[in-house]
C-alpha cells in the first residue's frame, strides 16, 4: 500500500518552500560578494556562485533520492552511517588537505573537496534518535546519559584534533534535544550560569567576582532557609562555582590558543586592534551597519564589493545581506530562520515515534547553533567562530549536510502516519 | 511516552529570545547607529583634493614676478598603510629611518583615516623616478602640487611668501584651510590670498581593501573641479624694481616710489633682500631659518615696517602747513646767522645763509629758517595755547598720512609717529612747554618717525598739488582694472593748491643748486630734498624725497639708506637713478660723473661687531626689528635744543613692527 504513495505524498512543502528561499538568497548574495565585472553569469562554472549553482541543483537531487527511500532505512541505518562519517573523520586526521589551519578536507579530484565534519551532524543526530528512541532508555539514568554523551563527544573529539574549533561547538547544541528528552533543565542553566562567569571572570577583578557571588548566594540561602535540600544545592553551587572563578584564568591562559584568546579579548573589549585581530569583525560591522534600513541595492555594497570583509562568500555571507539589503533584509532572513526552526520544532512534535521527533529536535538544535553563532559573529556579539550560516554559505559539502539533515526529518514527517496500521 | 511536552515551548521561547536579541543589535548598528556608513564611506572614498594653480602676479608691464611650478607631495594614509620595507622606502624618497618615523606619527596623530603629507615637494623628475615603484607601498601615493616660482629673484618683501596653514590660520578659516595647505603669509601673498588661492577641487574615488582605485563615486556627482586662482596685476615696475635692488645690495634701507597719478606703487625695495626662490622647495625649512637669523633681518618688510625721523625731507611739508595758516608768504624772509637760538640751545645750520627766502631755505636746508617758521606758528595764538596750536599742528601734519596707517593693501603696516601733546604734558608738565622746546619739530626731528611709504607719500601729495591717492600695490585682478573704489578716490590734506607752487620751487632748487645738486638729471626737472638723520652709532642715515618731472609727475620716491651720510650723498643720487631709469629706461652720463655701479658696489652695512651699547640708541630699522627698547636719540637732541636738564622716563614713542617667526616654520 504504502509503495503506491507518490514520493511527495504528506511532505511539508512550506518547510521546503523555506529551504529553497534561502537557498535562493544564499546564491544571490554569493553572487554579490563575489561579484567583478568579467564575469557577470550567475552560472559561470569558474566562480563561486556558478559553483554554488552546481550544489543547490545536486542537494536537490539529494533530497528527491532522500524522499524516494523508505523511512524506515534511516532509523536502520543510523550506526552504519555514524561509524562511517567516524571512520572518515579519522581518515581525514590522516590524509586530508590542510585549508585554513583546519585538516577538515578531503580531497575528491576535480577541485571538489569533501568535509566529514559536515556530515558528522546529521549522522549523530540520526544516532542519537535512534538510541533514546530505545526501549528503557531514560535520560536520568547515569547510563543512558553518559552513553547519549559519549555519541555526542566521539565526533567532537575527533573533530577537535582537526582542530576545527567552529564545527566542535556546534555538537554541544544537541543539549536541547536531551534536555527536550528529560535531562534536568540544571544542566541549561548550568551552561548559562558558566558562561556568564566566564565572561565575567574575564573582565572584572576576580575577587569582587568571589564576593559577588558569595553574597548573592548568601541572600538566596538566607530566604530559603528552611528548605534544606535547597541550601545544600546553594552551598554545593557556591563551592563549584568559587573552583570556577579561579580556574577560569589559568584555563583560558594554557588552554586556548593565542588566536582564540585574542578573539575573545577582542569581543569583550579588553583589547582593541582594528587592524589586526578585530579586523575582521570590525569591516563585517561597518558593512552590515552600512546597510541602513533599505541596504545599498544589490550589487551596490562597496565594502563586500571591494573585499573590505574576508571570507564573504562562506562565514561571513550575512555582511553582503546586511550590507545590500539592509535592516528590512536582515529581518527577512531572520524571520525564515525562525519561521523553519519553529516549523521544524512543530513537525517534531507531531510525530508518533520518539525517533523521529528526537531527530527533529536534532534539527532543530543544529541549524540554531549555526544561524545564531554565525550572524552573532558578524556583528561583534561573538567571537569569530568559523561556521557557515545553513543554505546561505557557499560550500557543498555544508549545502547537502544541511539538505540531508532537514529532508530526512521531512521524509519521517511525511510518514508519521506510516507504521499506525 | 511523549512527557516534557511542555519543553518545547522553554525551546521554542529561547529560540525566539535569542533571535530578537540578533535583531535588535541589528536594528542599532544599522538603523540608530549612524556611524558605520560614514566609516564604510571612508573605506572605499578617496578624497582627491584638485589644487588649483595659485594665480599668478605680474608687473605692470606683464613681465612675470611669480608664477608656479609642479612639484609631488608624497602623502600617507596611515590606515591603509601595510607592513613594507622601511629602509627601503626610506632610500628611495631620500630620508633616514628616525624621519620616516616623525613623519608617520605625526601623519597618524592627524587622522589614521586621512591622508596627510609626508613628504613635501618632490622635484618632477625626481618623482617620476619614484612613481613606479610607489605602487609597492600600498598607503602612499604622490599628489601633484604647485609651488611659486620667482623667475626675477626681486621684490621678495613685496611679494611676500606662502608656507603651510598653521593650527591658527586652520581655525581662523573655519576649516578651509586644512593641515599641510599653503596660505600666503606675507606681502602681496597674504594680502591677496583669498584672489590668488583660487577653488579647491575635489574627486571622490572608489578604491578597494587594497587601496587600488575602482572608479568614481557615485559617477562623480560630487565632485567638484578646482578653479585657478586669479592673476594679480601688481603695480611694480620690475626695471627699476630690479635696478633698486641692486643699487641697495650691502646696503640698508628703503626705496619706495610711487606713481602720484593713481597712488600705484612702482618700487618696493627693502634691503637687504633674499631671494624668494630660496623659501621653495625641499630646502625652505632650512632657509627660512636662516633667514631669521641674519642680524640683518631680510624678512623685515623696511618700506612699510621701519621708521626713521625724516629729518630734513620734512621741511617742506612743514612749509606748506606755515603757508596754509598764513603764518608765512613764500616771500617772506628770515635771517640765518648758522643757526637758531631756541633757549639756551643753539640749533646749528650747515651755512649761514643770510637773508633766506621760502625757496632758498628748502635749497639750502636751513635750520634758522624752519625754526623760526615753526616758533611763530606755533606761537600764532599765544603762548598760552601752544598745545591747542600744536594740536592742530598734530592733525593737519597725520592729514598728509603722516602719523597714521595709510591702509596700503599689504599687512604689517606701520604708521609712524607724530607725537601727541599729551606726550610733551607728560615729559615736561601742563602748559610746560612751548615752541622751543618742541623746535626739533620744525626739521624732522625730535620724535617724528615715517616709514619710507609715508615720506614717498608726501611727495605725492606735493606732486598733485595736494591730495593723494591711498597707495597701493595690485593694478588690477584678472581683467577687473579697478579693484578697489578708494583707489580712485582723492585724499585732500587740506592744503590750497597754490601754496605748493613756492615749495616745488624750491625743492627744484634743492636739486638744481643746491643739497642735492650731484643727482640733477640732465633733461629732467626733479624736485626733491634731502634728509639726513642723525645716528649716533654710525653714519647718519641718509633719505631723499622727490618727484619728477615737475610739470606732470609721474615718479614720486623716498629713499633711505642707513648708515651711510648725508641726504645727498646716498641717497639721491640712487633716487635720481631709478626715476631717471623710470621716465627714460636708461641712465645718462651726469655732469657730476656719478654713475650706478659706484652706488652698487659699496658696502655700507653697518659693522654689527661687539660695539659699546650706547645708552640713547639711534632708531634704525635694525633695532627696531629686534624690537628692543627702541630710545630715540632724537629726545636728546631734542632735550638738549630745550635746554633742559629733565629726565625722561623711559617712553617708547613707537612700536616697531616686529616680524615675529611663524610657529611651524
Known amino acids: ?421 | 511516552m511523549n512527557s516534557f511536552f511542555e519543553r518545547r515551548y522553554i525551546i521554542a521561547g529561547i529560540f525566539i529570545t535569542i533571535v530578537l536579541v540578533l535583531l535588535a543589535r541589528l536594528f542599532y548598528i544599522q538603523i540608530v547607529d549612524d556611524r558605520y556608513l560614514l566609516y564604510a564611506e571612508k573605506n572605499v572614498i578617496r578624497k582627491t583634493i584638485l589644487y588649483p594653480a595659485r594665480g599668478p602676479i605680474l608687473d605692470r608691464n606683464g613681465k612675470v614676478l611669480v608664477q608656479n611650478e609642479p612639484v609631488y607631495d608624497i602623502m600617507v594614509v596611515p590606515k591603509q598603510v601595510l607592513p613594507f620595507d622601511t629602509a627601503e622606502f626610506c632610500s628611495l624618497i631620500g630620508i633616514d629611518k628616525e624621519g620616516f618615523d616623525k613623519r608617520f606619527t605625526k601623519a597618524k596623530k592627524h587622522s589614521p583615516y586621512l591622508a596627510s603629507i609626508f613628504e613635501k615637494q618632490l622635484s618632477v623628475e625626481f618623482y617620476r623616478t619614484l612613481q613606479e615603484r610607489l605602487s609597492d607601498f600600498p598607503g602612499f601615493f604622490g599628489q601633484l602640487r604647485s609651488v611659486r616660482t620667482y623667475p626675477d629673484s626681486s621684490a621678495a618683501q613685496f611679494l611676500g611668501f606662502i608656507g603651510e596653514a598653521n593650527d591658527k590660520d586652520i581655525k581662523r578659516s573655519n576649516g578651509y584651510y586644512r593641515l599641510g595647505d599653503y596660505v600666503g603669509i606675507s606681502g602681496v601673498e597674504k594680502a591677496y590670498e583669498s584672489t590668488l588661492r583660487g577653488q579647491r577641487g575635489v574627486q571622490n574615488q572608489m578604491v578597494d581593501s587594497r587601496n587600488v582605485a575602482k572608479g568614481r563615486y557615485a559617477n562623480g556627482a560630487f565632485d567638484t573641479v578646482a578653479v585657478a586662482g586669479e592673476r594679480l596685476i601688481s603695480s611694480l615696475d620690475s626695471r627699476i624694481q630690479r635696478l633698486g635692488e641692486k643699487l641697495m645690495q650691502n646696503k640698508v634701507g628703503s626705496i619706495v616710489a610711487i606713481e602720484p597719478s593713481t597712488g600705484e606703487i612702482l618700487c618696493f625695495v627693502s634691503s637687504p633682500t633674499y631671494d624668494p626662490n630660496l623659501l621653495v622647495g625641499r630646502q625652505r625649512g632650512n632657509n627660512v631659518a636662516k633667514l631669521y637669523k641674519d642680524p640683518y633681518k631680510p624678512s623685515f618688510i623696511r618700506p612699510i615696517g621701519a621708521y626713521y625721523p625724516p629729518g630734513s625731507s620734512f621741511k617742506p611739508l612743514s612749509a606748506l602747513i606755515a603757508l596754509e595758516k598764513g603764518i608765512i608768504t613764500p616771500q617772506t624772509t628770515f635771517f640765518c646767522n648758522g643757526g637758531y637760538q631756541a633757549g639756551g640751545h643753539f640749533v646749528r645750520c650747515t651755512h649761514h645763509h643770510g637773508n633766506t627766502n621760502l625757496t632758498l631755505a628748502i635749497a639750502g636746508s636751513c635750520n634758522a629758517y624752519f625754526d623760526n617758521v615753526f616758533n611763530k606758528l606755533i606761537n600764532s595764538n599765544g603762548a598760552k595755547q601752544t598745545s591747542a596750536t600744536y594740536t592742530d599742528w598734530k592733525a593737519r601734519v597725520n592729514q598728509f598720512g603722516f602719523g597714521v596707517k595709510l591702509d596700503i593693501d599689504m599687512p604689517n603696516e606701520g604708521r609712524g609717529y607724530v607725537p601727541p601733546a599729551l606726550r610733551y604734558d607728560n615729559t615736561y608738565g601742563v602748559n610746560h612747554w612751548r615752541a622751543n622746546t618742541i623746535i626739533s619739530l620744525a626739521i624732522g626731528q625730535g620724535e617724528l618717525l615715517a616709514t619710507p611709504l609715508q615720506l614717498a607719500n608726501i611727495e605725492c601729495t606735493i606732486a598733485n598739488h595736494g591730495y593723494y591717492y591711498k597707495p597701493h600695490l595690485i593694478k588690477a585682478i584678472g581683467d577687473k582694472n579697478v579693484i578697489k573704489d578708494e583707489f580712485t578716490k582723492r585724499n585732500y590734506v587740506g592744503i590750497d593748491a597754490q601754496y605748493f607752487e613756492p615749495v616745488i620751487d624750491g625743492m627744484q632748487s634743492v636739486v638744481e643748486y643746491g643739497t642735492g645738486h650731484g643727482s640733477k638729471i640732465p633733461g629732467i626737472v626733479m624736485c626733491g630734498k634731502t634728509g639726513t638723520a642723525q645716528n649716533p652709532h654710525g653714519k647718519n642715515h641718509s633719505l631723499f624725497v622727490a618727484f619728477a618731472p615737475r610739470d606732470n609727475p609721474k615718479i614720486a620716491i623716498a629713499v633711505v639708506v642707513e648708515n651711510s651720510g648725508d641726504g645727498g650723498t646716498w641717497a639721491a643720487p640712487i633716487a635720481s637713478f631709478i626715476v631717471e631709469k623710470y621716465l627714460r629706461d636708461t641712465i645718462t652720463r651726469r655732469s657730476s660723473g656719478i654713475y650706478p655701479e659706484y652706488y652698487m658696489n659699496a658696502n655700507l652695512l653697518p659693522s654689527l661687531g661687539n660695539k659699546p651699547k650706547p645708552k640713547l640708541a639711534k632708531p634704525d630699522s635694525l633695532k627696531q626689528q629686534q624690537g628692543q627698547p627702541a630710545t630715540d636719540t632724537t629726545k636728546k637732541i631734542e632735550l638738549k635744543s630745550a635746554g633742559r636738564k629733565k629726565t625722561k622716563k623711559a617712553n617708547n614713542p613707537y612700536i616697531a613692527y616686529q616680524s615675529k617667526r611663524r610657529e611651524n616654520e
Open chain 1, 1 to 421: 500500500m504504502s509503495s503506491q504513495r507518490s514520493p511527495f505524498f504528506n511532505v511539508d512543502w512550506l518547510t521546503i518552500l523555506i529551504y529553497l528561499a534561502l537557498c535562493t538568497i544564499g546564491w544571490f548574495n554569493i553572487h554579490a560578494a563575489v561579484y567583478d565585472e568579467e564575469h557577470r553569469s550567475l552560472v559561470d562554472l569558474s566562480t563561486q556562485y556558478g559553483k554554488q549553482f552546481i550544489y543547490i541543483l545536486s542537494s536537490l537531487l539529494i533530497a528527491l533520492i532522500i524522499l524516494l527511500l523508505d523511512a524506515r532505512f534511516f532509523s536502520a541505518l543510523a550506526p552504519p552511517f555514524y561509524v562511517v562519517t567516524m571512520l572518515l573523520l579519522i581518515l581525514v586526521l590522516v590524509i586530508g588537505r590542510n585549508v585554513g589551519g583546519n585538516q577538515a578536507w578531503i580531497p575528491l579530484g576535480g577541485g571538489f573537496r569533501l568535509q566529514p565534519s559536515e556530515f558528522a551532524k546529521f549522522t549523530t543526530c540520526l544516532l542519537l534518535a535512534r538510541y533514546l528512541s530505545g526501549t528503557n532508555i531514560s535520560i536520568s539514568d547515569p547510563q543512558s546519559f553518559f552513553t547519549a554523551a559519549g555519541i555526542i563527544l566521539f565526533p567532537m573529539i575527533l573533530i577537535i584534533l582537526q582542530p576545527d574549533a567552529g564545527s566542535t561547538l556546534v555538537f554541544c547544541s544537541l543539549i536541547f534535544v536531551l534536555y527536550r528528552e528529560g535531562l534536568s533543565p540544571y544542566f541549561l542553566i548550568f551552561i548559562a550560569l558558566s558562561i556568564t562567569l566566564f565572561v565575567l571572570a574575564l573582565l572584572m577583578n576576580q575577587w569582587y567576582l568571589v564576593g559577588g557571588v558569595t553574597l548573592l548566594t548568601g541572600l538566596l540561602v538566607f530566604f530559603n532557609l528552611r528548605n534544606r535540600k535547597f541550601v545544600t544545592n546553594m552551598v554545593v553551587g557556591l563551592v563549584l562555582s568559587l573552583v570556577f572563578i579561579f580556574a577560569i584564568k589559568p584555563i583560558y591562559y594554557n588552554v586556548l590558543k593565542t588566536h582564540q584568546r585574542a578573539r575573545i579579548d577582542e569581543i569583550l573589549g579588553i583589547t582593541t586592534d582594528l587592524k589586526g585581530i578585530g579586523y575582521n569583525v570590525n569591516q563585517s560591522k561597518i558593512a552590515i551597519g552600512s546597510g541602513q534600513l533599505w541596504g545599498k541595492g544589490y550589487l551596490q555594497g562597496t565594502q563586500t564589493k571591494y573585499s573590505f570583509v574576508p571570507e564573504q562568500s562562506t562565514d561571513f555571507i550575512f555582511c553582503t545581506i546586511g550590507e545590500e539589503w539592509g535592516f528590512a533584509g536582515s529581518l527577512v532572513v531572520l524571520g525564515l530562520y525562525l519561521f523553519l526552526l519553529l516549523r521544524v520544532i512543530k513537525i517534531a512534535e507531531r510525530q508518533h515515534m520518539p525517533f523521529s521527533r528526537i531527530y527533529g529536535y536534532g534539527v532543530a538544535s543544529i541549524i540554531f547553533f549555526h544561524v545564531v553563532i554565525n550572524i552573532a559573529m558578524t556583528i561583534g556579539l561573538m567571537p569569530v567562530i568559523g561556521i557557515p550560516l545553513p543554505f546561505i554559505s557557499y560550500g557543498g559539502s555544508s549545502l547537502w549536510s544541511f539538505t540531508i539533515l532537514v529532508f530526512i526529518l521531512l521524509k519521517l514527517d511525511s510518514n508519521r502516519t506510516g507504521y499506525s496500521y
